[in-house]
């Protein structure tokens, strides 16, 4: 039986919860589960001040039921299990995890998959901004793992991304900004700057309307890439719904930095 985790009454400023995870009370009992530190704000507090807690925390299934978007670090750092949110979440949801699967019914805020490292992260609804991207003043961003977000992503998304995948509905502006590496796929609408700084990856545009590309990006050519049907198979096992186009027009840069970053664009 999962742990199912309810919450109380809405806190008045945000709790950070980031040692509430599946691979942390594994071998704990529900007592000691509620008698964990979290903050309410500055101030530290016990999850059964906020949080009933039932089931067995052994199967390492977290199922989280309700309106949580004033509750951030959500699976931060996790290693292993499964959390299901049934509802909303604030900031931060899985950020640096390497391992395990969180599914999210509803939206989430910013910093979903900050700086990740390995996982599954599946959102039913929309993001805030810097989905899988480095936190200020760090070198890198997203390293592995998979972000899989159906609805609306805002800015920066994939911004110093290294290694890993993220799918998005659509996305705000600055998309792969300063991207190393990695696979980032936008499947509707999208802003502007994209692939700013970028130095290697692929970012994928295929929604019905091309966003307009940096001058520092220069055509190469139309063609079906066979990498773009494993991407396709990677999506569908995970439940994705998005469908990748069969052809694409190819684009280089940013050649500004070397021009070996991918851009592809829906030819179909």
């Known amino acids: 039986m999962a742990i199912e985790i309810e919450l109380l009454h809405s806190p008045e400023v945000p709790l950070e919860v980031e040692n509430l995870r599946p691979d942390l009370f594994e071998a704990k009992s529900l007592m000691e589960i509620q008698k964990e530190l979290i903050f309410h704000g500055k101030q530290q507090c016990q999850v059964g001040d906020f949080f009933r807690v039932s089931g067995n925390p052994a199967d390492q299934v977290h199922r989280w039921k309700g309106d949580f ?15 299901w949110i049934e509802g909303q979440c604030g900031r931060h949801l899985g950020s640096e995890m390497s391992g395990g699967q969180i599914t999210v019914s509803g939206d989430c805020s910013d910093w979903v998959g900050a700086e990740m490292q ?3 992260i599946r959102v039913g609804g929309n993001a805030g901004h810097l989905v899988g991207s480095a936190y200020r003043g760090s070198p890198i961003g997203m390293i592995g793992g998979s972000i899989l977000i159906e609805g609306k992503a805002g800015n920066e998304v994939g911004h110093t991304m290294r290694r890993g995948l993220i799918a998005v509905g659509s996305a705000g502006d600055l998309a792969g900004f300063n991207m190393l590496a990695g696979t980032l796929l936008i499947f509707g609408d999208a802003g502007i700057r994209h692939g700013a700084g970028m130095r290697r990856g692929t970012i994928g545009f295929f929604g019905p309307n091309a966003p307009t590309l940096l001058p520092t990006f220069r055509y190469a050519c139309r063609q079906q890439l066979s990498v773009l049907t494993v991407l396709q198979q990677q999506l569908t096992d995970n439940g994705y719904p998005m469908k990748i186009p069969g052809t694409v027009d190819l684009y280089h840069g940013d050649f500004l930095e070397g021009g070996r970053g991918e851009i592809l664009i829906s030819a179909t």
């Open 118 to 120: 390995g996982g599954l």
């Open 69 to 83: 978007s004033k509750v951030h670090w959500i699976g931060a750092k996790m290693e292993a299990g499964e959390i």
